[in-house]
């Protein structure tokens, strides 16, 4: 197991020592004065001693907490899908990514509330350079995705990682989550990097790869908010690329990103998986025999799943028809409501600047667009 120690999150074993080494830490009282007001610094500490395992730092501390962000910051979080899964299996989560903590968090939320295993979690080491940030990560299950390595070491590091996550379902029954590709969509557009898949397959030792995808069990997850907390804060990235420029992240960019996506408004949240991938690898393969194909068809099954359970907001429509200048979807949402994405967007971004206009309406417009290559039923 010493192999996986660069990557992998605490063991229930050190979980009361590293709770009790960061009881102190500002942040971590800052965390739980806001998520238990109730409650004195001693009461919250005496509670931490108790504390041995991960799943009891989850559901005593984590859970208190997201309900918490969930009351202050949005209209609540609904969820469809679930109840199909087994309480029994360990699952590969491939989920579109939007918040680079909510998502995770939520999902496991609600594994929590549906009774099903809750899930260790892919992280990009990048987004943990903050000490603490980095021990509360692997206090969640974080394991760690490294960045910045050279070729040689990025294949090294792959097939560590596609190890580490073929341990996790089949050695621990621990269902793993991880993003569809690197880094959050920023315009709207959620689609399934073959590259991620790739990496997952490393770790095969099956004759056909797509049997062992069939093995991993994987689920494909949609997550909606109504509005994104972090919109304008994608944008500049997003100003860069559409001007072919460079763009260099500010020193505490993910940081700044990591704090408001939790605490910035959201409207409703919605949360749907879709089923297990079984039948649809089954038919991949009586399609195609080539290993590439293959994980390009297996890419696009999970985006058609993801896009299809994505949950349609008012916000979406409006986007849609002010950035193609029609009235289509005047019927899925309130002319006030129209008027608050309107002011929305005339706080939070330069509207006199055209492309940051454009970026801003395809960020929640493009949603409505792929599903419109699904059905015209809208």
């Given at each position: 197991?010493?192999?996986?120690?660069?990557?992998?999150?605490?063991?229930d074993?050190?979980?009361?020592?590293?709770?009790?080494?960061?009881?102190?830490?500002?942040?971590m009282?800052?965390?739980?004065?806001?998520?238990?007001?109730?409650?004195?610094?001693?009461?919250?500490?005496?509670?931490?001693?108790?504390t041995h395992?991960?799943?009891?730092?989850?559901?005593?501390?984590?859970?208190?907490?997201?309900?918490?962000?969930?009351?202050?910051?949005?209209?609540?979080?609904?969820?469809?899908?679930?109840?199909?899964?087994?309480?029994?299996?360990?699952?590969?989560f491939?989920?579109?990514?939007?918040?680079?903590?909510?998502?995770?968090?939520?999902?496991?939320?609600?594994?929590?509330?549906?009774?099903?295993?809750?899930?260790?979690?892919?992280?990009?080491?990048?987004?943990?350079?903050?000490?603490?940030?980095?021990?509360?990560?692997?206090l969640?299950?974080?394991?760690?995705?490294?960045?910045?390595?050279?070729?040689?070491?990025?294949?090294?590091s792959?097939?560590?990682?596609?190890?580490?996550?073929?341990?996790?379902?089949?050695?621990?029954?621990?269902?793993?989550?991880?993003?569809?590709?690197?880094?959050?969509?920023?315009?709207?557009n959620?689609?399934?990097?073959?590259?991620?898949?790739k990496m997952?397959?490393m770790?095969?030792?099956?004759?056909?790869?797509?049997?062992?995808?069939?093995?991993?069990?994987?689920?494909?997850?949609?997550?909606?908010?109504?509005?994104?907390?972090?919109?304008?804060?994608?944008?500049?990235?997003?100003?860069?690329?559409?001007?072919n420029?460079?763009?260099?992240?500010?020193?505490?960019?993910?940081?700044?990103?990591?704090?408001?996506?939790?605490?910035?408004?959201k409207?409703?949240?919605?949360?749907k998986?879709?089923?297990?991938?079984?039948?649809?690898?089954?038919?991949?393969?009586?399609?195609?025999?080539?290993?590439n194909?293959?994980i390009?068809?297996?890419?696009?099954?999970?985006?058609?799943?993801?896009?299809?359970?994505?949950?349609?907001?008012?916000?979406?429509?409006?986007?849609?028809?002010?950035?193609?200048?029609?009235?289509?979807?005047?019927?899925?949402?309130?002319?006030?409501?129209?008027?608050?994405?309107?002011?929305?967007?005339e706080?939070?971004?330069?509207?006199?600047?055209?492309?940051?206009?454009?970026?801003?309406?395809?960020?929640?417009?493009?949603?409505v667009?792929?599903?419109?290559?699904?059905?015209?039923?809208?």
């Open positions: 197991m010493h192999k996986y120690d660069a990557i992998r999150p605490y063991h074993l050190e979980i009361n020592a590293v709770l009790q080494s960061a009881a102190n830490h500002p942040m009282k800052a965390m739980m004065n806001f998520s238990f007001p109730e409650l004195s610094e001693e009461e919250w500490k005496e509670q931490l001693k108790k395992s991960i799943r009891d730092f989850q559901c005593n501390f984590i859970y208190q907490t997201i309900q918490k962000v969930l009351e202050k910051s949005s209209e609540g979080l609904t969820t469809s899908g679930f109840e199909k899964l087994d309480p029994a299996e360990a699952y590969l491939i989920s579109n990514h939007r918040d680079i903590l909510l998502d995770t968090t939520l999902l496991n939320v609600c594994l929590f509330e549906h009774n099903l295993v809750m899930t260790a979690s892919a992280i990009g080491d990048n987004l943990v350079k903050k000490p603490f940030l980095h021990v509360l990560a692997k969640n299950r974080n394991f760690l995705v490294q960045r910045g390595l050279s070729p040689r070491e990025m294949l090294q792959s097939k560590l990682l596609s190890e580490y996550m073929g341990h996790l379902l089949f050695h621990e029954n621990r269902s793993v989550w991880i993003a569809q590709r690197e880094g959050r969509t920023k315009d709207g959620d689609e399934t990097n073959p590259g991620v898949l997952i397959g770790a095969s030792d099956e004759p056909n790869l797509m049997d062992y995808f069939k093995k991993l069990k994987i689920v494909p997850v949609s997550i909606s908010y109504e509005y994104d907390p972090t919109d304008a804060m994608k944008m500049p990235q997003l100003m860069a690329e559409a001007n420029e460079v763009y260099v992240k500010d020193k505490n960019e993910d940081f700044m990103n990591i704090i408001s996506g939790i605490m910035g408004p409207k409703k949240i919605h949360m998986v879709g089923k297990v991938l079984d039948t649809e690898i089954d038919a991949i393969v009586a399609d195609n025999d080539n290993v194909k293959q390009q068809a297996l890419a696009q099954v999970i985006d058609d799943s993801i896009i299809q359970n994505y949950q349609l907001w008012p916000t979406n429509y409006i986007a849609y028809d002010i950035k193609f200048n029609t009235n289509k979807f005047a019927h899925k949402y309130q002319e006030k409501e129209r008027l608050l994405f309107e002011r929305r967007m706080m939070r971004i330069d509207t006199s600047n055209d492309t940051a206009v454009q970026g801003f309406l395809a960020m929640y417009a493009n949603p667009v792929n599903k419109l290559k699904y059905t015209d039923e809208l």
